[in-house]
Nanobody, 122 residues
Framework: QVQLVESGGGLVQTGGSLTLSCATS????????MGWFRHALGKEREFVAA?????STDYGDSVKGRFTISRTSNTLYLQMNSLTPEDTAVYYC??????????????????WGQGTQVTVSS
């Protein structure tokens, strides 16, 4: 059974940093793509970042230059810097079992974690 378990969320002030972790039940390198999405209250789910099996990355426009996706053998990370209240959301880790090309589409992903809340105060 696939398990993705996020952690690291919390409350941080504007300009602060947080690192989210996503512990996987298998090797992160075995997934063609792993990604992070976020869902803010009243908004649609938003693509944040993705990491391909060979190390290529993609980022949503709103987080480029501020967020960094990375991994170890069993954990996916999201380093978030220069946080603003607009980054407040539940953040989800996701894994894609196929070699799809639309990394920014939630429908591309087959497995999801339960989410971790990030709140940025002004």
């Amino acid at each position: 059974q696939v398990q993705l378990v996020e952690s690291g969320g919390g409350l941080v002030q504007t300009g602060g940093s947080l690192t989210l972790s996503c512990a996987t039940s298998g090797r992160t390198y075995s997934w063609p793509v792993m990604g992070w999405f976020r869902h803010a209250l009243g908004k649609e789910r938003e693509f944040v970042a993705a990491l391909g099996q060979r190390g290529s990355t993609d980022y949503g426009d709103s987080v480029k230059g501020r967020f960094t996706i990375s991994r170890t053998s069993n954990t996916l990370y999201l380093q978030m810097n220069s946080l603003t209240p607009e980054d407040t959301a539940v953040y989800y880790c996701a894994a894609d079992a196929s070699y799809g090309s639309t990394w920014s589409a939630p429908g591309e992903y087959d497995y999801w974690g339960q989410g971790t809340q990030v709140t940025v105060s002004s």
